[in-house]
Nanobody, 120 residues
């Protein structure tokens, strides 16, 4: 079983920055993609950013140029650096990771979410 724990959320003024972290633990042989999603009240969960095992990244149009995703494979951790935050970035942010356990079972795990609130 693979567990993901997010941290780093909070309240910030518009224009400010936050850095989210997501640490994975468990019987992890390898990761494929690691992703950040967000869900605002009354809206569907949306993909914000993703990073492959090789380090290729992809971003939602709404965050391009403002957010940066990175990963530390040695620490089984993925980060989301968020800058120039806007009130519309307010949401619960979730980490998602896919990969293989040492038992060669595929996993697709979610964190519990961390709240990001941007005030105007």
């Amino acid at each position: 079983q693979v567990q993901l724990v997010e941290s780093g959320g909070g309240l910030v003024q518009a224009g400010g920055s936050l850095r989210l972290s997501c640490a994975a633990s468990g019987s992890i042989r390898s990761f494929n993609n690691m992703d950040w999603y967000r869900q605002a009240p009354g809206k569907q969960r949306e993909l914000v950013a993703s990073i492959t095992s090789g380090g290729s990244t992809n971003y939602a149009d709404s965050v391009k140029g403002r957010f940066a995703i990175s990963r530390d494979n040695a620490k089984n951790t993925v980060y989301l650096q968020m800058s120039s935050l806007k009130p519309e970035d307010t949401a619960v942010y979730y980490c998602n990771a896919q990969g293989l356990t040492y038992g060669l079972h595929p996993f697709n795990s979610w964190g519990q979410g961390t709240q990001v609130t941007v005030s105007s």
